[in-house]
């Protein structure tokens, strides 16, 4: 959708955030239009490019709600503000928030109520959905623009009728039913409260996923390694380049479905772990 967008529209301009998925990135590249990064999450980098821009060229500003590394969730409504105020576009990435907030599951935009300023949301039937696939929504022309243009959705095979199926009761579920987005809020705050107990450093932030801090790309791959190998949890190990180097961390992101036992579990394995490889714990 990004690639279509920045390839069809004469002129355009993108605004990335400095930390968009990699996905959306290669979107970018692939469209080889100007393009502009400002920093993350940080709506008064965002206005000083967007008013040096040309005023009159056509402008799309390309963003996340909940970013994956950190966790951390974007000004939506600043963002949209400058988008009104600087008549641009805006594309909006909801991958990590789809069925998990909101009161249907829309994302963080929906638990806001910012959905209708948005000209472009895209989701994911992955994640909380539990199927694969993806999807955008955006006006009736757009959809239909993208659905023409876009060799990358022309040329692939379509979901299976069973995956779609799938996919579907799924959306329909979670568009009713409130336990699963309640039970997983508080399934992390258990877990943030175990860390803390133990003294193992996580970042704070106000979404769902959990980075546990290790600081070493050795360490943090062979502590991955030792969770699956002996006590049965996967949790994958994130390094350079997918973050700065001594930043290396343990990404987790508990479900609704994981019990009292299974996280002090992981927190018990972390413990031991983390005397075993002499890493810094977080001081009460």
């Not at 949209?80 to 990435?93: E, F, H, Q, S, V």
């Not at 973050?243 to 987790?252: A, C, N, S, Y």
């Amino acid at each position: 959708a990004l690639g279509t967008l920045g390839a069809k529209i004469p002129g355009l301009i993108i605004f990335s955030d400095a930390l968009n998925h990699a996905s959306m990135i290669e979107g970018i590249r692939y469209a080889k239009c100007d393009k502009v990064i400002w920093k993350h999450n940080d709506v008064a980098d965002l206005e000083a490019k967007l008013a040096a821009a040309d005023p009159k060229a056509p402008k799309l500003i390309a963003f996340e709600s909940v970013y994956s590394m950190d966790g951390d969730i974007a000004p939506i409504k600043e963002i949209c503000d400058l988008a009104d105020k600087y008549g641009a576009m805006t594309y909006l990435d909801e991958v990590h928030a789809v069925g998990m907030y909101g009161p249907r599951g829309g994302g963080i935009a929906e638990r806001e109520g910012l959905m209708d300023r948005l000209t472009v949301i895209e989701g994911t039937l992955g994640k909380a959905f539990g199927v694969m696939g993806g999807y955008i929504a955006a006006s009736t022309a757009l959809c239909d623009f993208i659905r023409s243009f876009a060799s990358g959705f022309i040329f692939t095979t379509a979901l299976p009728p069973a995956l779609a199926a799938g996919a579907v009761a799924s959306i329909q579920h979670l568009k009713v039913s409130q336990f699963e987005r309640a039970r997983h809020q508080d399934r992390v705050r258990k877990l943030r409260s175990l860390l803390d107990q133990n003294g193992i450093p996580h970042v704070p932030n106000p979404s769902h996923i959990v980075p546990v801090l290790v600081g070493d790309a050795a360490k943090c791959k062979w502590i991955s390694d030792l969770l699956l190998d002996n006590c049965g949890v996967y949790v994958q190990p994130i390094n350079y380049p997918t973050v700065p180097k001594k930043t290396e961390r343990l990404r987790i992101t508990p479900t609704p479905l994981h019990s009292d036992a299974d996280i002090a579990h992981l927190v018990e394995a972390l413990h031991s772990l983390w005397s075993r490889c002499a890493l810094a714990r977080m001081v009460a």
